[in-house]
């Protein structure tokens, strides 16, 4: 006989399987540290690429109009300061918006999964029943 309980579950459980079991997967394979630790450090590097490639073409900008101030001693160690500043500031901020985005991703999942437990427990009820 068919039970209407075990069919609405199942039915749940496909649609969590066919759309976000994947991913949830993926994400629940970490720690929580690790996961969000790996995440901020690779778009540390990407920003840090960002910044590099904005430089160089501004580098190249200037040098290509003959801008001679670029040459002098004062100006780049004045502009060097003022570079590292921002790129820190910028670090600090860019490296803790993705902490928190990760953070909530991490947490989203893993509500997920356990829902997901959740149901299979359910599931594995109404059979021994």
């Not at 780049?76 to 300061?81: E, G, Q, R, S």
């Not at 003022?82 to 990760?102: E, Q, R």
Request: hydrophobic content about 50%.
């Amino acid at each position: 006989m068919i039970q209407k309980e075990k069919v609405k579950l199942m039915t749940k459980m496909a649609i969590f399987e066919k759309k976000e079991h994947r991913k949830t997967m993926e994400i629940m394979r970490y720690r929580r540290q690790d996961y969000v630790a790996l995440h901020v450090i690779l778009s540390w590097i990407c920003a840090v690429i960002l910044v590099g490639a904005v430089v160089a073409l501004m580098a190249l900008y200037i040098i290509s109009k003959g801008s001679q101030i670029l040459f002098q001693p004062s100006y780049l160690k004045m502009t060097a300061i003022i570079g590292l500043v921002l790129f820190i500031m910028f670090s600090f901020i860019y490296c803790f918006l993705t902490y928190w985005h990760y953070v909530e991703q991490y947490e989203n999942a893993e509500k997920k999964f356990k829902e997901y437990e959740k149901m299979l427990n359910q599931l594995n009820q109404l059979y021994e029943e």
